[in-house]
């Protein structure tokens, strides 16, 4: 079992930056992948990035590449997205997944809103 709770999220205007923050408690391998995911109401959750638990470079979506920036503190069970030169298109609700196997788990998700 894998347990997830986001931090992070808020309001900013367009430009602007914000860190979330996923938490992760249970248990954690090298063969966790996690990942993040965001969903505005009346649309399919989107990927955004994911990253190997353990080591691995990190996979982004297009519409994010060069702006977010996923990163991990294995020490502390967090993975991060580093989100920078906000657009009004980023709005929604951010989740963190963790892949274990053919296991999914998600978090309860973390609200942002970015204004033009």
């Known amino acids: 079992q894998v347990q997830l709770v986001e931090f992070g999220g808020g309001f900013v205007q367009a430009g602007g930056s914000l860190r979330l923050s996923c938490v992760v408690s249970g248990r954690t391998s090298s063969s966790v992948i996690m990942g993040w995911f965001r969903q505005v109401p009346g649309k399919e959750r989107q990927f955004v990035g994911s990253?190997?638990?353990?080591?691995?470079?990190?996979y982004y979506d297009d519409s994010v590449k060069g702006r977010f920036t996923i990163s991990r503190d294995n020490a502390k069970k967090t993975l991060f997205l580093e989100m920078n030169n906000l657009e009004p298109e980023d709005t929604g609700v951010y989740s963190c997944r963790a892949q274990v196997g053919v296991n999914y788990y998600w978090g309860q998700g973390t609200q942002v809103t970015v204004s033009s």
């Open positions: 990253t190997r638990w353990l080591g691995g470079t990190p």
